[in-house]
C-alpha cells in the first residue's frame, strides 16, 4: 500500500519570503502522480500543483514549485514570496493507476505579516 | 466553471439516526468519491464509484454505505450515526481514467453526533 508522510504538522513563514514544506512517499509503482492541494479556512480544497513520476524536471506553477527526487521518494514544495492567502492546511497527495490515492497527514502554514 | 456541491454545510444529529450526505457533480465524471477529514490523520477514502451503480470499499468503508443511482449523484449513508464518526466529510469527483486527472472536491460537511 502506498503511505505518505508529511513530518511538519506546522509551519509558519514571514511574508514575502520562501518556505518548504516537506513530503516523503512510499509506492512499489512506476507510474504514478504527486499532487500538493491547498485546505484554506473556508475547507474548499484547491489543486496547487501536480507532478508526473515520469518526468524529471520539475514542476512550476507561479510562486510554487516542487523538488521531485524520485529516488529519494521525496516531493517537497516550495513557496516564493509567500503571501497572507497561502496560509492553509497543505496535503502531499500520490496518486496511482489502480485509483489508490493516498493523503498525508497535512501541514498547517501561518504566513506572519 | 467545475462543480462539486455538497447539499449539507454543517449537521447535528443523534446516536443512532440514519444520515444521507448528498454530492451532485456537474463535469459528467465517472469516478466520484467520499472521503473522511480528521485531525492529524489526513484524507481517509470511505468508498468510491466508478460508473453508475458501482461501489468499491476504501479504507474505512465500516459504518457508512454509499449510493450512486445517477451518474451525477453519489450519496455516504450512516446507517445507524455513532459518535465516533462525528467529523468533515468531503466528496470529490474526477474525469475517467488516467490516474493524472484533477480530482476535483466539494466544500465539506461538517457532521456532529451527539
Known amino acids: 500500500a502506498q503511505t505518505v508522510t508529511q513530518s511538519q504538522p506546522e509551519m509558519s513563514v514571514q511574508e514575502a519570503e520562501t518556505v518548504t514544506l516537506s513530503c516523503t512517499y512510499d509506492?512499489?509503482?512506476?507510474?504514478?502522480?504527486l499532487f500538493w492541494y491547498k485546505q484554506p479556512p473556508s475547507r474548499q480544497m484547491i489543486l496547487v500543483i501536480r507532478?508526473?513520476?515520469?518526468?524529471?524536471q520539475n514542476a512550476t506553477e507561479n510562486r510554487f514549485s516542487v523538488n521531485f527526487q524520485k529516488a529519494a521518494k521525496s516531493f517537497s514544495l516550495k513557496i516564493s514570496d509567500s503571501q497572507l492567502g497561502d496560509a492553509a492546511m497543505y496535503f502531499c497527495?500520490?496518486?496511482?493507476?489502480?485509483?489508490?490515492?493516498?493523503f498525508g497527514a497535512g501541514t498547517r502554514l501561518t504566513v506572519k505579516p | 466553471d467545475v462543480k462539486v456541491t455538497q447539499s449539507s454545510r454543517y449537521l447535528v444529529k443523534r446516536t443512532g439516526e440514519k444520515v444521507f450526505l448528498e454530492c451532485v457533480q456537474d463535469m459528467d465524471h465517472e469516478n466520484m468519491f467520499w472521503y473522511r477529514q480528521d485531525p492529524g490523520l489526513g484524507l481517509r477514502l470511505i468508498y468510491f464509484?466508478?460508473?453508475?451503480?458501482?461501489?468499491e470499499k476504501g479504507d474505512i468503508p465500516e459504518g457508512y454505505s454509499v449510493s450512486r443511482e445517477k451518474k451525477e449523484r453519489f450519496s455516504l449513508i450512516l446507517e445507524s450515526a455513532s459518535t465516533n464518526q462525528t467529523s468533515m466529510y468531503l466528496c470529490?469527483?474526477?474525469?475517467?481514467?488516467?490516474?493524472?486527472?484533477?480530482?476535483?472536491f466539494g466544500e465539506g460537511s461538517w457532521l456532529t453526533v451527539v
Open positions: 497527495v500520490i496518486w496511482d493507476n489502480n485509483n489508490d490515492m493516498r
Open positions: 464509484s466508478y460508473d453508475v451503480k458501482m461501489k
Open positions: 507532478q508526473e513520476a515520469y518526468k524529471q
Open positions: 470529490a469527483s474526477r474525469p475517467g481514467t488516467g490516474s493524472g486527472n484533477t480530482i476535483y
Open positions: 509506492t512499489s509503482e512506476s507510474d504514478y502522480y
